[in-house]
C-alpha cells in the first residue's frame, strides 16, 4: 500500500507542477460564478413575476432545474478531469518512455495501477462533491431552495467519476492516449444519450426505449447514479412541479434500485481488476 | 563462473516471438558478477528484447532467465537491478533529486540525500540536483537516466545505449563509472552499438543477430590478428600475414641486410572487424 501512496503522490504533484488543478480551479469557480449569476436571475425575475399557472411552484421547479443542470456540468466536469489525469496511464506513459524506469523497480503493477486510481480518485471524487455542495450552497442563498436529497447526488457524482476513472485506466492498458479519451468521452456521451432516450421514452409511454435506457445505463454505472442523484434532488417535489420537473432534461425519472450502490461499486471493482490483469499481461 | 557464485544475470534457451516475428530464438547469456559484458547486434537483433526481458518488463516465450538467482522480473530481481533504457523520459517538471528521490523510494533505498549527491557526483551532474529535468539537455538527462540506474545498490545494471546522447566527455565518465562498477562486483550488460566503446571497457563481448547469440568471447580473443608493420630507413614495410611472434627474427634480418629499424607494430584487427565479419558474414 505504501507505494501505491508513492506512486499517487507521484502524479499528484504532477497535476499540481503541470497546473492542472490550478486550470481546473479557476474554470471551476468560473463555472460556480455563471451559475451564481443565473441563479441569481431567474430567483429574481420569479420574484418579479405574478406567479402565472397556481398549481405549479415556480421556485421548486426552478430550483430543481438548475441543481439537475448544474449536476449534469459537475459531472461532465469530473469526467473531464477523470479522462485526463488517467488517459496515458499505461500504453501512453509506456510510448513516452516515462513508465519502464517505475516498472522495473520493484513494485508490482497492480500498485502502480492502484496508485494512479488512489491519485484520481483522490482528486476527482472530492472535486465533484465539493462544486455540488458549492451550487446547493448558491441555490439556496439565491432561491432560498434545498434539494429534497444533497447525500445521494453527491455521493452519486462521486463514485460515477471514479467508475469513470476505472474504465479509463483500463482503456489505457490497451489503447494509447488519445484513442483512449476519445473512447471514453464517446462512453460517457453513449450513457447520457442513453439517460436522455429514457427520459423521453418515460414521458411517451415506450417501453423499448425505457428498458434499452435503463440497460445502458446500468452498463455503465456512472449514468445510472447520475439519474438516481438527479431524481433525489427533486424527489420531495410533488404534484404537477414534480412532474414537470422530472420530465425536464435536468430532471431524474428513474429511482434506481437498492442494488445500484453494490452494483456500481462492483463494476468499478472489475474494472480495475481487469486493468491490472492487462497491465500485467502487456509488454512493455 | 566459479560454482557456488550467484551469476548476476544468467539466461537459458530464451525464446521471444511477437505474433509472426522471432525476436529471441534461444539465447543462453551469463553476466557474472564484477564482470562487463557489451551486447553488440545490428538493429532488430534482438538485443533490447533480451535486455527488457532480463528487467521484467517483457515475458519470454520460452526460456528462463535470473537476476542474482531470482527469476527474472520477479520483485526480488527487480530489486537487484538497475536499469536504463534506450527510449526512456523523466518527468519535465521534475528536479533531478525528486527523480532520484522517488526511485529511492520504490527500491526502498535508506541512502537518503547523501546517496543522492553521491550519483549526481559519479555522473558528472554535481550540483544540478535542483535543476528540473525539463531543462536539461539530452546528454544530461541520460547522465541522469544512469544515477537512477544505480540506486539501490543494484547488482546487475542493464545499460542500453547509455552513451547514445554523450558527448566524449560524458562517454569518459561512463567507462570510468563502468570500470568502477567493475571492482564493486556489479555486473553490467552494456548495448550499445559504439563498438569502441565496448571495446575499450568489456571483459566479454556477445554479438547477437536475428535473435541468436552468433559468437562471444573476450574482445582480444574475437579480433584477428593483422600482421605486422616495420618502420625502417626505406619506409614503412607491411607483413600481413605475420605474427607478434616472427617480431624478433624479422628485426634480425633486417638489421642483417643493413637496414635501420625505427619501430615495429603489431596490428590486431578491431572489434569491428569481428562484428561485421560475425553479423555480414552470416548474411553471406
Redesign the interface.
Known amino acids: 500500500m505504501s507505494?501505491a501512496v508513492?506512486i499517487a503522490g507521484?502524479a499528484l504533484?504532477?497535476a499540481v507542477?503541470?497546473r492542472v488543478l490550478l486550470v481546473v480551479g479557476l474554470l471551476t469557480v468560473a463555472f460556480l460564478g455563471l451559475y451564481a449569476l443565473a441563479a441569481f436571475q431567474v430567483f429574481d425575475s420569479l420574484e418579479a413575476s405574478d406567479g402565472g399557472f397556481i398549481a405549479i411552484d415556480d421556485r421548486a421547479l426552478a430550483g430543481g432545474t438548475l441543481l439537475g443542470l448544474a449536476m449534469f456540468a459537475i459531472l461532465f466536469l469530473g469526467v473531464v478531469l477523470a479522462v485526463f489525469l488517467t488517459l496515458g496511464a499505461v500504453r501512453g506513459d509506456a510510448e513516452?518512455?516515462?513508465l519502464?524506469?517505475?516498472?522495473?523497480?520493484?513494485?508490482?503493477r497492480t500498485t502502480l495501477l492502484a496508485g494512479r486510481l488512489l491519485a484520481a480518485s483522490a482528486v476527482c471524487a472530492p472535486y465533484v462533491v465539493a462544486v455540488f455542495l458549492a451550487a446547493v450552497a448558491i441555490t439556496r442563498v439565491a432561491g432560498d431552495f434545498t434539494p429534497g436529497s444533497i447525500v445521494v447526488p453527491a455521493a452519486g457524482l462521486a463514485l460515477g467519476v471514479v467508475s469513470v476513472v476505472a474504465i479509463s485506466l483500463l482503456g489505457s492498458t490497451l489503447l494509447g492516449a488519445t484513442a483512449n479519451g476519445i473512447a471514453i468521452f464517446m462512453l460517457f456521451g453513449t450513457g447520457l444519450a442513453a439517460g436522455l432516450l429514457g427520459q423521453i421514452g418515460d414521458a411517451l409511454d415506450v417501453d423499448a426505449l425505457t428498458t434499452a435506457s435503463s440497460i445502458i445505463s446500468w452498463a455503465v454505472p456512472f449514468e445510472a447514479l447520475y439519474e438516481n442523484g438527479l431524481h433525489a434532488l427533486t424527489a420531495d417535489i410533488g404534484g404537477v412541479t414534480g412532474v414537470i420537473v422530472q420530465l425536464g432534461p435536468f430532471g431524474g425519472a428513474s429511482d434506481a434500485s437498492a442494488a445500484l450502490w453494490p452494483w456500481a461499486l462492483a463494476w468499478t471493482a472489475a474494472m480495475v481488476a481487469l486493468a491490472a490483469l492487462s497491465f500485467r499481461?502487456r509488454?512493455? | 563462473m566459479s560454482p557456488g557464485v550467484t551469476l548476476a544475470l544468467s539466461a537459458r534457451g530464451l525464446r521471444k516471438r511477437y505474433g509472426a516475428t522471432t525476436a529471441l530464438d534461444g539465447v543462453d547469456l551469463e553476466v557474472g558478477a564484477g564482470e562487463l559484458v557489451g551486447l553488440l547486434g545490428p538493429n532488430g537483433a534482438g538485443k533490447s528484447t533480451l535486455v527488457k526481458i532480463a528487467c521484467g518488463l517483457v515475458r519470454p516465450t520460452a526460456g528462463e532467465a535470473a537476476v542474482a538467482g531470482a527469476p527474472a522480473g520477479s520483485a526480488a530481481a527487480r530489486a537487484a537491478t538497475g536499469y536504463l533504457a534506450e527510449l526512456f523520459r523523466f518527468p519535465g517538471w521534475a528536479r533531478a533529486e525528486e527523480v532520484l528521490a522517488l526511485h529511492q523510494r520504490l527500491v526502498r533505498s535508506r541512502g537518503g540525500a547523501a546517496e543522492r549527491e553521491a550519483l549526481l557526483e559519479r555522473v558528472g551532474l554535481a550540483g544540478e540536483g535542483r535543476r528540473r529535468v525539463e531543462t536539461m539537455s539530452k546528454g544530461m538527462q541520460q547522465r541522469l537516466g544512469i544515477a537512477q540506474a544505480l540506486i539501490g545498490e543494484p547488482r546487475l545494471v542493464l545499460l542500453d545505449e547509455p552513451t547514445s546522447a554523450l558527448d566524449p566527455a560524458g562517454r569518459r565518465t561512463v567507462r570510468d563509472l563502468l570500470v568502477g562498477l567493475r571492482e564493486q562486483g556489479v555486473g553490467v550488460l552494456l548495448n550499445s552499438h559504439l563498438l569502441s566503446e565496448v571495446e575499450l571497457v568489456c571483459d566479454r563481448v556477445v554479438i547477437v543477430d536475428r535473435g541468436r547469440v552468433v559468437t562471444q568471447g573476450r574482445p582480444h580473443e574475437l579480433t584477428a590478428p593483422g600482421g605486422v608493420e616495420i618502420e625502417t630507413s626505406d619506409g614503412v614495410r607491411r607483413l600481413p600475414d605475420a605474427r607478434r611472434e616472427d617480431v624478433p627474427g624479422i628485426v634480425r634480418a633486417l638489421v642483417a641486410e643493413g637496414v635501420d629499424v625505427y619501430g615495429v607494430r603489431v596490428v590486431n584487427g578491431t572489434l569491428e572487424d569481428a562484428y561485421l565479419a560475425a553479423v555480414v558474414g552470416r548474411d553471406g
Open positions: 507505494d508513492v507521484h504533484r504532477e507542477r503541470r513516452r518512455g516515462l519502464q524506469p517505475l516498472v522495473v523497480r520493484p513494485v508490482g499481461r509488454d512493455l
